[in-house]
């Protein structure tokens, strides 16, 4: 919610988002820059530390970083690999896919996410990690299940915004994957 005040009440053209623990790295916005139109929103990779100062954030970039088109919500839909927090979007863009969906407790850039790509918009992932985010204990990102729960609402939406059968991809299946998707990635 507080997300979505912020994006109808910027005065700019462009928003970028930074919670308040994290940190950008010095050249994010003018990599991402480079590659933001109004067809597309551009992510990054990010740093995920544990109880590490802020301030030792310092990565070289190499000039050629790749990057990842992103053009199908299928593609994003049971792995996600976008860093919902290093968004940096036109207004615009924002404003006319509805923002973030405030009925959800986590997984809002998930969501977004999906929506965006299932609208036609592209989603650029610079590979460099610029975006460092700092891990603690009882944030909203350790609640595994409200993330999960919230993914498969995403998912319903998603499913139901296609119009495919009714009851054809189940809540059951869609957690089936999910819970599979985290045994892989554990392994």
Known sequence: GSR?????????????FLDADDQFHKDKLEIQLRYLSPNNVVSTDAVNIDQKSLLDFNIKLDKSQGIKVFSSPFRNLFFNRLVGSSLI????????????????????DFDLW????????????????????YDREGSLSKDE?????????????FISYKNYKKGAISE???WIILICKEFIKSN
Request: no cysteine; hydrophobic share 50%; aromatic share 12%.
């Open 4 to 16: 979505n005040v912020g994006i109808w009440a910027a005065k700019s053209d462009i928003i970028a």
């Open 89 to 108: 979007a036109f207004a615009s863009t924002l404003k006319k896919n509805n923002g973030y969906d405030s009925q959800l407790r986590s997984a809002e």
């Open 114 to 133: 999906i929506r965006l790509l299932q609208e036609g918009i592209n989603v650029i992932a610079v590979k460099a990690p610029l975006y460092l985010y």
């Open 172 to 174: 059951q299946f869609i």
């Open 145 to 157: 299940f409200s993330i999960w729960t919230n993914i498969v609402v995403s998912i319903k939406k």
